[in-house]
């Protein structure tokens, strides 16, 4: 079946570590997304990239990092310069055409211990 | 300041009744708009979508109105059933700019739905 699979699931880091999250899809979209969500909010865009090798900034980008070196795969690393990491991050992807929206992962919760 | 606006954080509905989830824009660029449906924990799913050139979009028990001159559009789910007590948020995007630059969402309506 094809989807887009976030790991872990949950995870844990100590301040002042930096921290990647996987996102990985099979569904041959060109684009790939990365949200935050905290509590009360709505999500808000970290990091997209609509082709490999380019990715562009969002709205919240300060203290995260990402890279696209395959279509299938598009990382994020939390660094230690993010002042709140700890909240509920989403992948997302999507076809050139956005009527059928975007197809989300099921999310990694990570807290800063 | 926010440009995609769900300003009830929840909304409680009896099983069987019509849910009415409301969202307010204030960017007159945008013209897609989406609802997803997210369960906690669970990444959001998309239920339906309507562009501009339209006024309505019906897919089952869910449609989606939308005002443009308002710059409002409003989720309807007839009838509600228990399955549909989950967060729904509001989207919009801007196809005129490729669309594919990110979704904007509003901070989501938890809808509860009673026995």
């Known amino acids: 079946d094809g989807g887009i699979t976030q790991s872990p699931k949950y995870l844990f880091r100590k301040e002042g570590q930096n921290v990647t999250l996987s996102c990985e899809q099979n569904?041959?979209?060109?684009?790939m997304y990365w949200y935050r969500q905290d509590p009360g909010q709505g999500l808000r865009l970290i990091y997209y990239s609509q082709i490999v090798n380019d990715f562009q900034k969002g709205d919240i980008a300060e203290g995260y990092s990402v890279s696209r070196e395959k279509k299938e795969s598009f990382p994020l690393t939390v660094t230690s310069a993010q002042k709140n990491p700890t909240a509920f991050y989403l992948c997302?992807?999507?076809?050139?055409?956005?009527?059928?929206?975007?197809?989300f992962g099921s999310g990694t919760r990570l807290t800063v211990v | 300041d926010q440009q995609v606006k769900q300003n009830s954080p929840s909304l409680s509905v009896q099983e069987g009744r019509i849910s009415i989830l409301n969202c307010d824009y204030t960017n007159s660029m945008f013209d897609y708009f989406l609802w997803y449906k997210k369960y906690p924990a669970e990444g959001p799913t998309f239920l339906i979508s309507i562009s501009s050139i339209k006024d309505k979009n019906e897919d089952g028990r869910f449609t989606v109105f939308l005002n443009k001159s308002a710059k409002h559009l409003s989720l309807h789910i007839v009838p509600s059933q228990p399955g549909d007590s989950a967060v729904y948020f509001c989207a919009a995007s801007s196809l005129g700019g490729g669309g594919a630059d990110g979704l904007t969402f509003g901070k989501g309506t938890h809808l509860i739905i009673q026995p």
């Open positions: 997302a992807s999507s076809t050139n055409n956005p009527w059928y929206g975007y197809t």
């Open positions: 569904l041959n979209h060109d684009a």
